[in-house]
């Protein structure tokens, strides 16, 4: 299996988000450092995304925070589950990504919105050599 190419350099300051969003049409190609920071920019934007759908359903009883796991596979209809230290290293880590990069920048948007990041996504990592629809975040 292929290592994932995330140096710890390519690391983007909130500052840099509208850096992201370069001239089109002006033919330079981009550096493989804004691949890098573009790629880790949508990702966090996907995960965030995935982060409020979990909050969400928290907050709407259909997850439940426990501190011991069941056995897998669940049984049908049981309730989805997550470990509070999960839950709350998840809860620093949105926040960490509000400030880095700004809530506004995280969504939520249309699903054609998110097809856009996904699909942009996509293009990025297989420009850097991943397989072409590799979406893991």
């Not at 880590?93 to 700004?102: D, L, T």
Request: glycine share 6%.
């Amino acid at each position: 299996m292929k290592k994932a190419l995330r140096p710890s350099k390519m690391l983007l300051k909130q500052s840099k988000v509208d850096d992201l969003h370069l001239e089109a049409g002006t033919g330079k190609r981009r550096s493989r450092k804004a691949l890098f920071a573009a790629e880790e920019f949508l990702n966090t934007q996907i995960w965030y995304n995935r982060h409020q759908n979990l909050r969400i359903s928290i907050e709407a009883g259909d997850c439940a925070i426990v501190d011991e796991e069941p056995e897998y596979p669940l049984p049908a209809g049981a309730k989805q589950t997550i470990d509070p230290e999960i839950w709350k290293s998840a809860k620093k880590a949105a926040r960490k990504a509000e400030k880095r990069y700004g809530i506004e920048n995280l969504g939520p948007w249309s699903d054609f919105e998110w097809g856009m990041v996904n699909g942009k996504l996509s293009a990025i990592r297989w420009a850097l050599g991943e397989e072409w629809d590799w979406l893991d975040t």
